[in-house]
């Protein structure tokens, strides 16, 4: 019996074969094709999603939806955000208000009520009735522009209200908005609708 050639062992193992560029580039087409129409196909979903959903929400009347015009309540909210206030009249400190003024719904942040004692340093700490507060919806402390003399007590029948961005917002600090009547609060922001991608409960 003849011995078994090495040489012819190995020659017999098959090398695979390397595909053709062009063939590479038509699979790697077909997959980001295929990619793109899930993607795509998501989105359209998520749109008719938060649409159904807003539609439903706004038939109770207990919800406004507005559209962010602006940067004073970055990061949490940006420009060209759509977020659905809760009318309501039962709010707290912390959360984010729609009040009127000037023709149109505002969106700030509640830091204090009647009778609470509101003071800001220069270097933008927020102290209430004379405690730090805690502030993770902002991004950057700073004083900002401010008329007022603190510590500063709130009004009666009033709400101190702040923007996030506390460079740029105008809010509480300037006199010609000033503290937030009652009659004036639309509600609570609850939810933003739009983008997509950041659709979710508001903090």
Known sequence: MDKENPDRKHSDRRIPEIPPIGQ????????????????????????LLVAAAVTALLATRLFVLIRINGN???????????????QTKK???GEAIGFYYGGRILIKRVIGSAGDQINIDKDG???VNGELLKEPYVAEKNQGKCELEFPF????????VLGDNRAVSIDSRIRSIGCVEREQIVGKAVFRAWPPDRMGMMR
């Open 153 to 160: 007590e709130v009004p009666e029948g009033t709400v101190f």
């Open 72 to 86: 004073s309540m970055e990061p949490g909210m940006s420009d060209r955000d759509i977020i659905v206030i809760h």
């Open 24 to 47: 590479i580039r038509e699979e790697l087409a077909r997959v980001e094709a295929k990619y793109g129409f899930w993607k795509t196909l998501w989105n359209v979903t998520a749109v």
């Open 125 to 127: 700490n927020v102290s």
């Open 91 to 93: 709010i707290q400190p």
